[in-house]
């Protein structure tokens, strides 16, 4: 079994920048194609990122493009995504998800495993 564990939210004001880190454990993490999702309040979950097991390899959703660097650290077990330049429309709960695979997928019925999510608020 992979546990994840998200963290690095909180109240942020427009224009900042958050890390979020997504640490695992439990299982061979190199083998894990990681992907970024997040709630907002009223809304379904969207895709934001994502790296694939051995890195190399990411997507973005168009409004992180340019905002957004996700980065894989396998030696520390965790995943990070950083965002810059944070607007409002930024603020939502944001998980981490995992798969046993070498592909990358914004779809969220391809991860198995799930983090309980961080919450992000961005507010002035």
């Known amino acids: 079994q992979l546990q994840l564990v998200e963290s690095g939210g909180g109240l942020v004001q427009p224009g900042g920048s958050l890390r979020l880190s997504c640490a695992a454990s439990?299982?061979?993490?190199?083998?894990?194609?990681i992907g970024w999702f997040r709630q907002a309040p009223g809304k379904e979950r969207e895709a934001v990122s994502c790296?694939?097991?051995?890195?190399?390899?990411?997507m973005y959703i168009n409004s992180q493009k340019g905002r957004s660097t996700i980065s894989r650290d396998n030696a520390e077990n965790t995943v990070y995504l950083q965002i810059s330049s944070l607007v409002p429309e930024d603020t939502a709960v944001y998980y981490c998800?995992?798969?046993?695979?070498?592909?990358?997928?914004?779809?969220?019925?391809?991860?198995?495993?799930w983090g309980q999510g961080t919450q992000v608020t961005v507010s002035s």
């Open positions: 998800a995992a798969r046993r695979s070498s592909f990358c997928s914004m779809n969220e019925e391809y991860y198995d495993y």
């Open positions: 439990g299982l061979r993490f190199n083998d894990y194609t």
């Open positions: 790296i694939r097991s051995i890195g190399g390899i990411v």
